[in-house]
């Protein structure tokens, strides 16, 4: 079972419509996908129209194997699953910071699931905290977009100093460019030096700042599902293509 995130320690970057897009292309090309909604907010459950558990608190989100399989919901897509957010998950890190081996509770918690998915995707909240770094040490890989403004290259190199700064791999990161807008020449002069900068950890693919993507929330499904001939669901649909050719 491969664990994917797509995570980003700056919010308002996409993060969420990447997380529901990729998600649905890796159950279109036949993976068993689980989307798995780790944020409070629970944007990802809402955009399948899945309303969360309320039974599935913090504490048996790590403890509990039952409650955990039984708050998964089925999607109206094939070989996606999700399993929404509550209000609860606000605790994760209050909990974990009471837990022994807490680096590693998450990972443990998701074998629960191993037999019955091929992905499992982790939508994160946007901030670096115990349940972060629960996230990058159980993760395969890290999908992280990137808004080409000065402040998200600057959150983009904090990332990779956390990584450095606590033995994690830096192999692990896979920034994207999201958001972006052609006409804007700080968007392309930013694309430019961190594709230099930061060649092996930036794919090429790059997301158009789209309204199709912006009604998401409106029509509440992925927009490869929306709007498929679109620009912004061919974007996502390469995403996962160089995603896929990437990790093999």
Known sequence: MLILSCYSNKGGVGK?????NLAHALALAGQRTLLCDLDPQG????????????????ARFFEDVQRFTKAIRGSDYENLDILPANMTF??????LARMRNTRSRLKKALKAVKGDYDVVLLDCPPNISTLSENVFRASDAIVVPVIPTTL???????????????????SKLHGFF?????????????????SKAHKKRILKTQIPFSSDIERMGVHRAPVTATA???????????LHRELVARLG
């Open 228 to 238: 498929p001939r679109s620009a912004a669901a061919q974007a996502y649909s390469a």
């Open 16 to 20: 969420t419509a990447t997380a529901v």
């Open 152 to 170: 998200s290259q600057r959150t983009f190199e904090q990332l990779e100093a956390f990584f450095r700064d606590h033995d994690l791999p830096l």
């Open 43 to 58: 944007a990802s459950g809402f955009c399948f129209r899945v309303k969360p558990s309320k039974k599935l608190t913090e």
């Open 90 to 95: 606000r605790d994760f890190d209050v909990f």
């Open 178 to 194: 999201s958001m972006v807008q052609g006409v804007k020449s700080l968007h392309g002069d930013t694309i430019t030096e961190m």
